[in-house]
Structure formats: C-alpha cells, structure tokens
C-alpha cells in the first residue's frame, strides 16, 4: 500500500503510478536510505520515542536490508512507490507492525533530501580522484616534453610514454610547438605549457567540488515535511552520526533547496566544458594537417567504409557529451525557478540529471586519461611548424630594447612583415639592408630575433613559456596534486 493512500478512495490509475513512481531511479540511494532510516530510529530512541528494544529490532531489520542490497539480493515489489516505500515494506516483512513506528516525525520530503545528499557525499571522492588522474596524464606528458632522455638512436625519448617517429633530441631541449589565437599561428611555446594549459583548469573543477561539499553537507532530516518535527530529536547529533557538518537551520528552506544539485550539474558541465576545449585541440592535432599527435589504435576507431580511417572517437565524445551536461544543468535551473515554497513534485525531476551527469564523467574520464596517456608526440612535426613571422613580437621587442616605443616598433614590425609577404619570402630572409630601410635601429644581431629557443627563454616570469618557468608550473602542479 501506498504511504499515502489513507486519504484516497479507489486504485491509483496505473499509468498515473508510472508517471508518479521514482522506484526506477531512486532505488540507487537504497544504502544511503537505509543509514538515514538506521540513524533516525537512534535519534527516536534518544528521544523517548521508540524503547531500547524497538530500536535494536529496528536496527537489526535494517541491517538485514542494507546486507540485502549490498549483495544484491533485495526483492523490489509491484508496489515499491520509491526507495523509501520499499525499505519500509521489506522492514514490514522481517519486523512485522513495529516497523510502522519508524516514519515517525519523518516525511519523505526530509528523507529524499537527507538520501540525495549523502548519495552525493559518498560520490564527490571518486569523481575528484578520476579529475587526478587525468591531471596526472597531462603532468606525465609535461614533464617528458619538458626533460626529453636522448636514446641510442638519436630521437627524443619521452618515457614512460610511447615515443614518436622522427622526435630526434636536439641536445636533450624541451620540444617546442606553435601556440595558437583565433587558431592562426602566434608565438613558439614549449609544448610542456600547453599540456599544463589544461591542468589548470581541471585543477579548478576539483576545487568547486571541494567546495561544494560544505554546501551538501547540511542534514534535512529532522524538517518533517516542512514544519520541523515536533518530537525532542536532536538534530546536531543526528548530523554528526551521519556525516553532516550541520543540520540545517530552517525546515522550509531544508526540504526543497536543491542549490547543491544545480552546483553540482554546474561544475560538472564545467568539466564537460574544459574536456571539450582538450578534446578539440587533440583532434585538431592528430588530423594529418597537424600531425602532432597520434593516437593509439586501443583508443581509436575506423570507418566501416574507408579502411584507411583512424577516427578520435574519445575525444569527440567527450565533445559531444560537454553539450549532454549543458542540458543537464539547464533543465535543473528551469526546474527550481518556479517553484513556490518548501517541497513540490518537480522536484523529483533532480536526481535524474545529477545521477547521469556523475555516470558520463565517471565513465568518460579514465578513458581520457588513457588516451592521453598513450599517445604519441611527433616532436620533429610540431617543431617544423614554426615559422619565423611567429617571432614578429620578438622582432618588435628588439626595436623596444633600443629605446622605440612599443606602439612605433609593432608597426615598424608590421611594415616589415608586410614587405616580406610582397617579396615571398620568409620575415628572416630579409636583408639586413631591407630592416635599415625600415628603421636604421635594426642592425647585424636582428637575425638571433628569429631563433624559437630564444623566443621562448625570453618569457620567463611567473606562468611563462621559458623552460624556468615551466619547471616552476610543474612543481606546483605536482604540489597542488599531492593536496588531499
């Protein structure tokens, strides 16, 4: 029997059931509804509602069903409305009518919350930790294009991950790649940078999630449906024995806020967000325009109809998927800005987007990390595509150091880009007497302007591409990693 069906007359219309039921969704907070229901009878005995004995013959119903579900051998019936129904019907089935005395001073408004809440607390670490390791590949990646070990035959060896064709070392130097606005070609970086590039920001994801803890970490249970309970439970010692760093302090505001499921779908389309942006750029980088990377064929697939094909499946899935988790947090916010006070049906609709925003990441995070981390870096590729009009801002620092204001050497630079593009030829293989044209401060030593391993030790202050510099960003991502 429904826990609401006193006030009703006749059958439940059963595709009305259908529709109102949440058994088939819900039923994946069955532990946490058990130790919420196990810590409540505990709150009830302090209380004097429940004796010792009823209390301990709850416990031990209870602990049966938890072992239950823990081996998967919990029976749902036809009648399981939700978690919180079949919980009580099967504490019904051990205990008989005592059972009954358990939903005492407790709705289901306060219980799903309080459920909700500890599904996401026992869930944040596994998330936060699969973030680590893909910040771990990235690190991985930088540190070898960072410090390449010369091998026997000559080529960059980026162990422990694969080595590419052509990654000859050049007296062990940090490999340099093109880095790219608007995706045109702008200024050398070391390739340790760019991977670094997108630690960050997952460095940031794990720090909203840690800071949303606190904010998940306030216990409804105890706000009845709305009103309080009006029995003398002690809610602070009710939060402690759960987990919860506070009871929350109004029972309306307890059973209906969900910030903490929006703040969740927030980041976790953040995350979707930041994979994209990698994504994108290692599918840009392992088409054969680029060719700066190459994927592993255990992270790759082909085309059922040109055999030639090695598709990035991986990374346009997670693409695709930052697009799902959008969705996922503009049906929550579309849900909650209508409602009107305390618990409303809608809210319902929370547990779903939540539950597959936390399964895609899950699911999709290890496999990026192992894509990652099999990936082949082409270094001979990626250094050929530099080009000396990349150094066109170095050119126009040469002119600031001898005394030209920037604004006059950026144009002066201009022209002389300019000139070379009318003449077909590269920006250094203008003749020095074609620079003097331009302005007399260009003399002789302009031509070192164009070396890209100057370019880059040029930048060295704090979060700069100079070699110094990465190895200081290294360290602190390595830091900021063994934070627990």
Do not use: C
Request: glycine content about 8%; proline content about 6%; charged content about 25%.
């Amino acid at each position: 029997m429904a826990l609401w069906k006193g006030r009703l007359d006749g059958d439940t219309n059963a595709q009305m059931w259908e529709v109102n039921a949440s058994i088939s969704f819900d039923r994946r907070m069955a532990i946490q509804d058990v130790r919420g229901s196990r810590a409540w009878a505990e709150a009830l005995e302090r209380a004097g509602v429940l004796t010792g004995e009823e209390a301990a013959q709850i416990e031990t119903g209870l602990a049966e069903i938890e072992e239950e579900f823990r081996s998967q051998t919990f029976s749902f019936a036809p009648g399981d409305e939700d978690i919180h129904t079949a919980v009580e019907r099967r504490l019904g089935e051990l205990i008989g009518p005592l059972a009954g005395k358990l939903h005492t001073g407790r709705s289901r408004n306060d219980q799903v919350a309080t459920d909700f809440r500890l599904w996401m607390l026992d869930h944040l670490p596994a998330l936060d930790a699969a973030l680590d390791d893909l910040q771990g590949a990235l690190v991985e990646h930088a540190e070898a294009a960072l410090i390449p070990s010369p091998s026997p035959r000559g080529r960059r060896e980026f162990s422990p991950l694969p080595l590419g064709e052509g990654s000859g070392v050049r007296e062990g130097r940090p490999l340099i790649m093109p880095g790219y606005t608007h995706l045109q070609r702008a200024q050398p970086i070391l390739l340790s940078h760019w991977w670094l590039s997108h630690f960050w920001p997952l460095q940031r994801d794990r720090e909203r999630l840690a800071d949303l803890i606190p904010r998940v970490s306030s216990l409804p249970l105890g706000s009845g449906a709305l009103a309080g309970v009006p029995f003398p439970v002690d809610r602070a010692a009710l939060a402690e024995n759960l987990g919860f760093e506070r009871a929350a302090p109004n029972s309306i505001d307890a059973v209906s806020d969900r910030d903490f499921a929006a703040e969740f779908l927030f980041t976790a389309a953040l995350i979707g967000v930041h994979l994209s942006k990698l994504a994108e750029n290692v599918i840009l980088f392992t088409s054969a325009e680029f060719g700066f990377f190459e994927l592993s064929d255990e992270y790759s697939t082909g085309s059922s109809l040109m055999p030639q094909k090695k598709n990035p499946d991986p990374f346009e899935l997670a693409r695709g998927k930052a697009g799902t988790l959008l969705g996922h947090l503009t049906g929550m916010l579309a849900t909650l800005k209508g409602l009107p006070s305390a618990y409303d049906k809608d809210l319902q609709e929370d547990k779903v987007p939540v539950f597959t925003a936390y399964d895609t990441l899950a699911a999709l995070l290890p496999v990026l990390a192992g894509a990652l981390r099999t990936l082949t870096v082409n270094g001979d590729r990626m250094e050929s595509a530099l080009s000396p009009a990349m150094m066109a801002t170095d050119l126009a620092d040469y002119l600031v150091e001898r005394g030209i204001p920037f604004r006059e050497a950026h144009h002066l630079t201009g022209q002389a880009v300019r000139l070379a593009l009318q003449k077909g030829k590269a920006l250094n293989a203008l003749t020095l007497g074609e620079f003097q044209a331009i302005h007399p401060a260009f003399a002789e030593d302009v031509y070192q302007v164009f070396d890209p391993q100057q370019s880059v030790a040029r930048r060295a202050s704090l979060g700069g591409t100079a070699p110094e510099a990465v190895k200081k960003q290294l360290q602190k991502a390595k830091e900021v990693m063994s934070e627990k």
